[in-house]
């Protein structure tokens, strides 16, 4: 079956910007994350959604960031006002349940490039 | 807060064993995964533990200690595939998942 899938792959926003990024998670999958990659380091966890519930926003590094999940499928992050530190990889990730042996399945991810 | 550590970078020779290691510090803890991550691609799920002991699944097997808040991923007969990243995460109380840096494993001929 189809894996989660995000869009667009590769992001040029000039700095300022606003820009948005799709995650579609795999079907049936009630648990949705998003992670930033920062180059060489571990995913750093930005916010998780049950179905449409934010249940934990936490690591979203500045109010510029957003991420809605309203229909408890697709998820949008958006990010305002684009800096350079902003580049990033960012994955999506979709688990069945958040607990468990339930493991998240990533996305590709969106590579972010501020100029 | 939770805290993860694992070496940076690793080396080992085709056919060898290699260890790699972890420790974690959550507030609550409710299972320590691990995940590969071959460079330009999203991570993929290699264990899960979430009682003490091991866990054996083909060349990759993963040690868990919740008392001494270790762990550890055991990799056998490696190939050259097999070097990437190895990340180390840990499921807290509040089932956030907080991963390590990622240990860069070098697989040599």
């Known amino acids: 079956g189809a894996g989660v899938s995000q869009s667009p792959r590769y992001k040029v926003a000039k700095r300022g910007q606003d820009v948005a990024l799709r995650c579609d998670p795999i079907?049936?999958?009630?648990?949705l994350f998003w992670y930033q990659q920062a180059l060489g380091q571990g995913p750093e966890f930005l916010t998780y959604?049950?179905?449409?519930?934010?249940?934990?926003k936490s690591g979203l590094p500045s109010d510029r960031f957003f991420a809605e999940r309203p229909e408890g499928s697709v998820s949008t992050l958006k990010i305002q006002r684009t800096q350079q530190e902003d580049s990033a990889v960012y994955l999506c990730?979709?688990?069945?349940?958040?607990?468990?042996?339930?493991?998240?399945?990533f996305g590709p991810g969106t590579r972010l490039t501020v100029t | 807060g939770q805290n993860i550590d694992q070496p940076t970078e690793m080396t080992a020779t085709e056919g060898a064993i290699v260890q790699i290691n972890c420790t974690y510090q959550?507030?609550?803890?409710?299972?320590l995964f691990w995940y590969q991550q071959h460079a330009g691609e999203a991570p993929t799920f290699l264990s899960y533990?979430?009682?003490?002991g091991l866990e054996e699944k083909g060349r990759f097997s993963s040690f868990l200690s919740r008392s001494k808040g270790y762990s550890y991923l055991l990799l056998k007969e490696l190939q050259m595939k097999d070097s990437a990243s190895y990340l180390c995460?840990?499921?807290?109380?509040?089932?956030?998942?907080?991963f390590g840096t990622g240990t860069k494993l070098q697989v040599i001929p």
């Open positions: 990730a979709s688990s069945l349940v958040d607990r468990g042996r339930n493991e998240q399945y």
């Open positions: 079907s049936g999958h009630v648990s």
């Open positions: 959604f049950q179905n449409e519930a934010q249940l934990d």
């Open positions: 959550t507030s609550g803890f409710n299972g």
């Open positions: 533990n979430v009682l003490d």
């Open positions: 995460a840990a499921r807290g109380g509040y089932q956030k998942v907080t």
